[in-house]
C-alpha cells in the first residue's frame, strides 16, 4: 500500500470515529438510548430524530462559522 492510501485510509478511519462519537453524544443528548453495535430496537422516529438533529448541529455551526468570518 502506498503512503498516500495509508493516509488515505487513516483519516476515513479518524473521521468515522469522530461521527460516531458526534452520533453518540447527540443520541445522549436527546434521550436516544444509542448503543455501540446493532440498534435494531429502536424506532425509526428515535433513528432519525438523532440524524436529523445532527444534521441540525453540523448548519448551525457551520453557519456560526460563516458569519464570523472564519
Do not use: H, P, W
Not at 500500500?1 to 452520533?23: I, V
Not at 436529523?52 to 462559522?65: A, F, L, W
Amino acid at each position: 500500500m502506498s503512503n498516500s492510501s495509508s493516509n488515505s485510509s487513516k483519516t476515513k478511519k479518524e473521521a468515522q470515529s469522530a461521527l460516531d462519537r458526534f452520533k453518540m453524544e447527540v443520541a445522549s443528548e436527546i434521550g436516544v438510548n444509542l448503543k455501540e453495535g446493532y440498534n435494531g430496537d429502536l424506532t425509526s422516529a428515535e433513528a432519525g430524530s438523532v440524524g436529523g438533529n445532527m444534521v441540525k448541529k453540523m448548519i448551525r455551526k457551520q453557519e456560526e462559522q460563516m458569519s464570523s468570518g472564519n
